[in-house]
């Protein structure tokens, strides 16, 4: 049984950091995609940054470009987002994914087989 388990969020006021973790159990991560989303309250679950199986490529939200970086290591079975220059709107709950299939990762909620339950970010003005 594959088991994601997101850790790292928190209270943050806005300039603020965190860097947040996923640890997957079940099955290694090493040639799987990786990915993480965030949903608002009210909102859609949407794309925040996806990193390929090598590490070599990574994909962000336009919002969080220069702001956000994927990261993983695969001997850890574990992939990381550093947050860094928090904004309110940045406020959300985080969650990392897994494709039972795709190498490269990808933006799209349906890219993705496996999720975490999630880690709360508030991000305080």
């Known amino acids: 049984q594959v088991q994601l388990v997101e850790s790292g969020g928190g209270l943050v006021q806005a300039g603020g950091s965190l860097r947040l973790s996923c640890a997957t159990s079940?099955?290694?991560?090493?040639?799987?995609?990786m990915g993480w989303f965030r949903q608002a309250p009210g909102k859609e679950r949407e794309f925040v940054a996806a990193?390929?199986?090598?590490?070599?490529?990574?994909s962000y939200k336009d919002s969080v470009k220069g702001r956000f970086t994927i990261s993983r290591d695969n001997a850890k079975n574990t992939v990381h987002l550093q947050l860094s220059s928090l904004k309110p709107e940045d406020t959300a709950v985080y969650y990392c994914?897994?494709?039972?299939?795709?190498?490269?990762?990808?933006?799209?909620?349906?890219?993705?087989?496996?999720w975490g339950q999630g880690t709360q970010v508030t991000v305080s003005s």
């Open positions: 994914a897994t494709s039972r299939t795709s190498r490269s990762g990808g933006a799209s909620v349906g890219s993705y087989d496996y």
């Open positions: 079940g099955r290694s991560i090493s040639i799987y995609g």
């Open positions: 990193i390929d199986w090598s590490g070599d490529r990574t």
